[in-house]
């Protein structure tokens, strides 16, 4: 039946991320004790004043169409809220409210790329942008870093990546999956190198900017020179763990903001109302009241790092904001465990589901195939429990 279908979906990979999520329930519901660490999701209910908004918008009959790039009150609070944490000077012309910052990173690439458009991406990266791009016809070109490096692409290695075909830089900081955050100085060096290329645009993934344990965060379109040619994307998902309400939300340069709008016009229209009333309270918010989540997370990070370390063969790095660990496994490639030949990061995150019943996603997915992604969005007690059952794996 492939035939029949495009070659436009043949030729596109499955997230591996949602595959191995989906892989961990289907294990559970057949009764085994699978602890999942493969999904990037909160694991905190919404904020009940967030939560208060959307009730609130319920009986004021929010329930008709919405704008195709979002309620102008919204776009209004979202501008204050770049201001705000950012320093951006964005207006609401600058400003398109998509389903979930994956629509908005798609509906760039659709209106930003022709067929073979080159597209720096620093890896490890975010699993769909690769897809993403190519399915708008564009070219992925990797920048390998390492744990060594701290995941971080440096100046010197985007001046070497740099073609006359490259067209974007797409990247996240924090970094998902590494939890890497890029500080001022490193990205004043990326803006230096881009000065030089002034028909290059950059694509800013700060959808973990909150998560953040480095006490500072800095947004790359507040370097001088890069504001005009950035495209910040960011959303609610994450900080204020709203992963299902679908609000994602981009600033950008107004004719790119209009392709976008026009773009999304044709293929979903306006995001739902009753979550655009809510995210109006949520980035209007004081992000002091993320305080006790981001807590509970630097904790938990420290919590994983300290029991990663304590397995031989595990080499990793202190990651800095988001929820990931990102270890690099290479040192069991070649090795037999069990019975079973560990040849690369795909067999190792098998041999853990099905050794150690603990789910993680293979780096190879991010575009590093040394290492594989924990996530740490969960419990005290089940993190400790996962480690402990893959440090007896692995033994």
Same mark, same amino acid.
């Given at each position: 039946m492939m035939n029949i279908l495009s070659d436009r979906i043949n030729n596109l990979s499955t997230s591996q991320t949602l595959a191995m999520a989906a892989l961990a329930r289907e294990l559970k519901a057949q009764g085994k004790d699978?602890?999942?660490?493969s999904l990037g999701e909160p694991d905190f209910n919404t904020p009940g004043f967030i939560k208060d908004a959307a009730k609130k918008a319920i009986d004021e009959n929010y329930s008709t169409y919405t704008p195709v790039d979002g309620y102008a009150d919204?776009?209004?609070a979202i501008c204050?809220?770049? =201001?705000r944490d950012n320093n951006l000077d964005y207006k609401p012309a600058n400003i398109v409210v998509s389903t979930g910052a994956k629509q908005s990173l798609y509906n760039i690439a659709q209106v930003m790329l022709n067929d073979g458009d080159e597209v720096i991406l620093p890896a490890p990266y975010w699993v769909s942008y690769y897809e993403i791009i190519k399915l708008s016809g564009?070219?992925?070109v990797e920048v390998p870093t390492s744990v060594e490096t701290d995941f971080k692409m440096t100046a010197d290695q985007l001046e070497k990546a740099i073609?006359? =075909?490259?067209?974007?830089?797409w990247f996240s900081s924090p970094c998902n999956p590494s939890g890497s955050v890029y500080n001022r100085e490193e990205l004043t060096a990326i803006g230096k190198v881009l000065e030089k290329h002034p028909n290059i645009y950059i694509v800013s993934d700060e959808i973990y900017e909150h998560i953040n344990f480095s006490?500072?965060?800095?947004?790359i379109g507040s370097i001088p020179g890069l504001f005009d040619r950035t495209i910040t994307v960011n959303g609610v998902a994450?900080?204020?763990a709203m992963t299902g309400w679908r609000i994602g939300y981009i600033g950008a340069p107004e004719f790119i903001a209009k392709a976008c709008t026009k773009m999304q016009g044709q293929v979903t229209s306006g995001a739902n109302s009753i979550a655009q009333r809510a995210t109006i309270t949520a980035v209007d918010a004081d992000p002091k009241v993320l305080s006790g989540m981001v807590s509970a997370f630097k904790n938990r990070r420290d919590l994983v790092v300290k029991l990663a370390q304590e397995i031989p063969g595990l080499k990793i790095n202190v990651p800095e904001g988001a929820f990931y660990l990102f270890p690099d496994v290479s040192s069991f490639f070649g090795k037999t465990l069990r019975g079973k030949e560990i040849k690369n990061a795909d067999d190792f995150s098998m041999y853990l589901l099905s050794e150690a019943n603990v789910a993680t996603v293979t780096g190879d997915a991010f575009g590093n195939p040394n290492c594989i992604r924990l996530s740490y969005a969960t419990s005290d007690e089940l993190?400790?429990?996962a480690f402990k059952r893959i440090k007896e794996a692995l033994s």
């Open positions: 699978i602890i999942s660490l919204l776009k209004e204050r809220k770049f =201001k564009g070219v992925p073609t006359p =075909k490259t067209k974007m830089m006490g500072t965060f800095c947004s994450k900080a204020f993190l400790t429990e």
